[in-house]
């Protein structure tokens, strides 16, 4: 089912804390949230699952508007919040049964989701016990269990993997990236890696405005501009020669050694020109070595701190 | 009506599972029976079949316990950020408010179905004026619920259980007595109001064995009020955030 957010705003006092945002998520997209702390990320998060209502404008789930049908909205939505709150005193099988009856699983299906679900987040050995003995990472295996329980078509993860040990990480990861075949997921997170090995689409949100939205490719690209090589000559002692002759390509606009005893550099090109073919034929002509010549690619990072530090 | 009962079933568990329901049933229970049977003016004393006795007593021993069953309603949920989650799944405000008013009013109803023994017994030992004392149990219930109804409004408005236990008792004490003596010292129209307003009057006037539609009308409006309060102080978040 599509999200389809629509100048989409909410003050709290003066504070804008989101500030007309639009944009829509096709079904089968898993979207990551990214954004400094304080971004608007898990406001217009409590947004979208009717937690809060906006100041303006409107989301609409499928055909149904978060103003006019918040009920039918909820149902749709499988939402784990940020810190993850959870009744500590309730057992985890009747917190899931408890779930399940208010998002309206029909009662002949209560007992096989609870099982379902029990198994898919590995609760099996802690299923009886009290949420409150639980550790973390149960914890968190709990609250997507219960975001889950109704198969909704919607995710909505805040911080999904925080608590979670590497393996957890993983087992969640994949988790994700299954249900996003045939559902679509938001989660945010502060973790980049993390987006690029479960999102299909990264939404970069700044002080409440969207600043970057695309694949983490189209963001490279964005962000790059110029290509960026990495060279590494062999069998040449003279360093200088090498600089001096990367210096004369015509397509070239910087060099820079990266190593401080090997012939390695790191050569830019001029904007929408690429280099490799001249590098290449300038060793052949010189008789060097070329033992490597990769494209170095932007960090998530770098794009992150470049759009959110201002 | 589902989402409101699924609400009130697990509340009503939360209960037992907590210990609060069979501390509360063994306090009101072992109160109003030591009352009732041992001392003071008691069923043998007074040697009448009886119940004011038991009534007199759970008057002021619910008026107690209520709000702190009502306590952590909201407050905990406010606290422990339980209610984001409660309130994202496929309910609405009111049905939660409503879902939480009755498993403590059933909570309540069940502490008074535990004591419907004192009234056999008594029946036992001789004449006993049944409609009495089954105006008695509804003023109970009535009353009960309308405290029900202001402790999950004052739960709703904070995150701390005490504050919400003692507002809950403060604003108990006007419709309890302060009200009544109000209505006591002044004459005329003012006079009327207050009396008007306490609950002891509407309480009383049942207990009697009559049930005035009036004194019904101020019960369910109270309760609506508390109800409409709480409904509003957690939509709240809408505005404010």
């Not at chain 1, 994700?176 to 299909?200: F, Y």
């Not at chain 1, 008789?287 to 701190?305: A, H």
């Not at chain 2, 236990?165 to 209505?183: K, R, W």
């Not at chain 2, 309480?203 to 004194?215: C, L, P």
Request: proline content about 3%; aromatic content about 10%; hydrophobic content about 45%.
């Amino acid at each position: 089912m599509d999200i389809l957010v629509e100048s989409l705003s909410k003050k709290y006092g003066a504070q804008r804390a989101v500030d007309n945002i639009s944009f829509q998520i096709k079904r089968g997209e898993i979207i990551g949230f990214l954004g400094p702390n304080g971004a608007g990320k898990t406001t217009t998060m409590k947004i979208i699952t009717c937690f809060m209502a906006p100041t303006e404008g409107d989301v609409k789930i499928g055909d149904h508007s978060i103003r006019e049908n918040p009920e039918r909205v909820k149902q749709l939505i499988g939402y784990l919040p940020e810190h993850n709150p959870l009744y500590l005193d309730m057992p985890v099988i009747d917190y899931l049964k408890f779930v399940a009856q208010l998002q309206g699983v029909k009662k002949n299906m209560v007992e096989q989701r609870i099982r379902e679900m029990v198994a898919k987040c590995g609760l099996n050995a802690e299923k009886h016990k009290k949420i409150g003995e639980l550790s973390k990472g149960f914890r968190q295996r709990v609250g997507l269990a219960q975001a889950m329980i109704h198969n909704p078509e919607i995710l909505i993860l805040d911080e999904p993997t925080t608590g979670l040990d590497p393996n957890q990480i993983v087992e969640i990861r994949n988790l994700i990236r299954e249900l996003g075949k045939e559902k679509t997921v938001i989660l945010s997170t502060h973790i980049l890696p993390e987006v690029e090995a479960t999102c299909t689409r990264i939404m970069i949100i700044n002080k409440g405005k969207i600043v970057a939205d695309g694949s983490s490719a189209t963001l490279r690209k964005q962000a790059q501009g110029q290509e960026i090589l990495k060279v590494k000559i062999e069998d040449e002692s003279d360093r200088n020669l090498i600089y001096a002759s990367l210096r004369s390509i015509d397509t070239v606009s910087l060099v820079d050694f990266l190593s401080a005893n090997e012939n390695v550099f790191e050569v830019q090109s001029k904007p929408g020109l690429s280099s490799r073919r001249n590098i290449f034929e300038m060793c052949i002509k010189n008789k060097w070595v070329l033992t490597e010549l990769s494209g170095i690619e932007t960090r998530l990072e770098d794009i992150f701190r470049n759009l959110t530090m201002n | 009506m589902k989402q409101i009962w699924i609400i009130t079933k697990k509340e009503l568990q939360s209960f037992f599972d907590s210990l609060i329901a069979y501390i509360m049933l063994i306090a009101f229970l072992g109160f109003s029976g030591f009352f009732t049977w041992l001392y003071g003016s008691d069923v043998f004393l007074r040697g009448q079949a009886d119940l004011q006795v038991f009534f007199a007593i759970a008057y002021w021993t619910l008026f107690f316990f209520v709000p702190a069953l009502t306590m952590k309603m909201l407050a905990e949920e406010n606290k422990t950020g339980t209610i984001e989650l409660l309130l994202t799944k496929a309910v609405s405000d009111w049905q939660v408010v409503v879902g939480k008013f009755l498993s403590c009013l059933l909570l309540v109803i069940i502490a008074l179905v535990l004591s419907l023994p004192y009234y056999f017994t008594v029946w036992k030992l001789g004449p006993i004026d049944h409609s009495a004392v089954w105006c008695g149990y509804l003023g109970l219930i009535l009353m009960s619920a309308t405290y029900i109804s202001i402790g999950i409004f004052t739960s709703s408005i904070t995150s701390n259980q005490i504050v919400a236990f003692l507002l809950a008792l403060f604003i108990g004490m006007f419709f309890h007595i302060i009200f009544d003596v109000m209505s006591n010292s002044f004459t005329g129209m003012t006079g009327e109001i207050f009396s008007y307003l306490s609950l002891s009057t509407h309480y009383e006037s049942i207990t009697r064995g009559v049930i005035d539609t009036k004194d019904l009308i101020y019960f369910l409006t109270v309760i609506f009020i508390g109800l409409l309060l709480s409904e509003i102080s957690i939509s709240k978040r809408n505005i404010a955030g």
